[in-house]
């Protein structure tokens, strides 16, 4: 079965910098999109960037231009490298993924287990 796996976060001061990784495991399957959501305590969970087919990123508002995406096709891999931190990026960060599995007629979202990262002020 697919697995996303996801690595990093943790605690960090305001203005620092962190990464996180999803690597995606199960045998034989399709990119089609990944992304990277994130739901502080008492929020809904939100978007916070996307990549379609390895090419076109996109972006929440209010983490352009200090986050990241990118993603290692060799690897299965993506990452988001987060900089200059604020307290209102504390959140536990989910991976997502929309995949095609063996000869499935339809993309399957699958998600990580999430990982804590915390922003002191």
């Known amino acids: 079965q697919v697995q996303l796996v996801e690595s990093g976060g943790g605690l960090v001061q305001a203005g620092g910098s962190s990464r996180l990784s999803c690597a995606v495991f199960g045998g034989v399957f399709s990119f089609t999109s990944m992304g990277w959501y994130r739901q502080a305590a008492g929020k809904q969970r939100e978007l916070v960037a996307t990549?379609?087919?390895?090419?076109?990123?996109t972006y929440a508002d209010s983490v352009k231009g200090r986050f990241t995406m990118s993603r290692a096709s060799a690897d299965n891999t993506v990452f988001l490298q987060m900089n200059s931190l604020k307290p209102e990026d504390t959140a536990v960060y989910y991976c997502q993924a929309d995949l095609f599995v063996g000869r499935g007629l339809a993309a399957v979202t699958y998600w990580g287990q999430g990982t804590q990262v915390t922003v002191s002020s």
């Open positions: 990549i379609n087919n390895g090419a076109d990123i």
